[in-house]
């Protein structure tokens, strides 16, 4: 019999204990998800001077400076590869582009420039044209 009491006392015990963590779990307190407000008013800014106008200045200046330099290790190593494949330089970058290598873009004014007889990449500024004056 004392076998039987103990069963029962620790199966009660072990019940009260499941109902409670039931009823706990689903007592929990939801915070209110914040609504995302009126779109601040960017006239009130205040304007970017002195050392930080600068160095945003300069950060600006980094991408297409980086690309050029980029394409340009590209287009080197392209002219190095096609070398390789076929024992000679290509005659312009249109054949290097015919056999497979792509030429990554540049930014605006800017083209590759290339010498056959001795393999050099460049990277060159477009001139401009003029703007014609229509009607005079």
Known sequence: MVAKR????????????????????????????PSPGP???MSQTVPIRGEAKGYLH??????????????LISVE?????????????????EELQADGFSLPELPPGRVF???PETGR???????????SISGR
Do not use: N
Request: glycine share 6%; with cysteine; charged share 20%.
């Open 6 to 33: 103990r069963f029962d006392y620790g199966l009660k015990v072990i019940l009260i204990l499941l109902v409670a963590c039931l009823a706990l779990s689903g007592c929990r307190r939801s915070e209110p998800t």
């Open 39 to 41: 779109t601040p008013d």
């Open 58 to 71: 300069k950060v600006m200046r980094t991408k297409p400076l980086a690309q050029v330099e980029l394409g």
């Open 77 to 93: 190593q392209s002219v190095a590869a096609f070398q390789a494949f076929h024992g000679r330089l290509p005659r312009s970058l």
């Open 113 to 115: 420039r290339y010498v």
């Open 121 to 131: 990449v460049w990277v060159a500024d477009v001139p401009r044209q003029p703007k």
